[in-house]
């Protein structure tokens, strides 16, 4: 990762403009155009500022984010490593983890953000299920802590990513994010299941007054981390799902904290198994069926295509729900299979 792309990044995250980003900074939008083409490289004073207002480390700009003058260096190689208790989601922007206790009573996750191996926890979600007590804490994108839990899981916030925990665990799978800018297939020309694959793999993070939110998705997994404060919505969850041609295979989840107010809703569910593998790895495709009677029942496992264009694909969800994929998505992270 270059200079530019590191600040493009950062920018990115914070859904602003490169104008909106040249503002606070003092400079036009052709400055930060140039910096993000690795054209000229910011003055000294910029990336303090910049490391200031965005809560950024200076070398996490020029010394992680590598010049463009230096061609030698390896891309993070972002990765899930598990273990019986544990799993860790590893990006270059973000470090999910996953955990419970040895009886599983206790189910927790914890995300934190930064670049590389130099993370802060922002955000942290953990279920008791003997005390039926559920406990959260994130930080905003501007820097406020919204709790349900002062004084105890909100003091963990801005605590350092410690990556030496991954040297235990087994690494199960690996990708690189996506810096090359090449445009993503397109339906008519690659069909579905390509396209859902593309357009999938990636992440979503946004952090407000309202919510904490990051969807993380790999070519094989489907990772949530999800705080709605005003509802007391509380879901986090990692899947196996594979992409088929008509839609995508939900072949099971395998940690799952869903908490609505007292946790008696119908979706509400606890439980975790890191060590669950699926039955398909690949989704034979004479398994679905158009008959209707078949199709409801296997409904649980399946979201199958209720329409698409060349840019667009609609799946149908729970009830009357529709999953919408678009190529054009706006994503933090985009992601490239090893």
Known sequence: MTVGQRIQQIRALRALSQEEFGELLGVTRQTVSKWELDQTLPELSKV???????????????????????????????GIYQSELYEIVETEVFSLVYYCNSDKTVLGSKLYMGFANKKRLCGICERNELKKETYYAYKSEVG???????????????????????????????????????????????????????????????????????????????????VQRENCNVYCGASYIYTFDFGLFFAGQYFRIRHYKDNTEPFCGFGCNFSFVPQYRKVPTELYTTDKAIKKESRPIWSVVKRYTDDEIVLEGCGDDEYFYRKNDKRTERFLEK
């Open 48 to 78: 303090v500022l910049i490391s200031k207002l965005f809560s950024v480390t200076t070398d996490s700009i020029l010394i992680d984010g590598i010049t463009s003058f230096d061609i030698s260096h390896k891309a993070f190689s972002c």
């Open 144 to 226: 406020e802590i919204y709790t349900n839990d002062v004084g105890g899981v909100a003091l963990l916030i801005g605590a350092p990513y410690d990556p030496s925990v991954k040297k235990t665990m087994r690494k199960s799978e690996s990708f690189f994010v996506d810096h090359s800018g090449v445009s993503l297939p397109g339906v008519n020309d690659s069909g579905i299941a390509k396209c859902l694959s593309a357009w999938r793999m990636g992440d979503i993070y946004r952090s407000n007054a309202e919510e904490c939110f990051l969807s993380l998705c790999t070519d094989q997994r489907e990772y949530v981390f999800s």
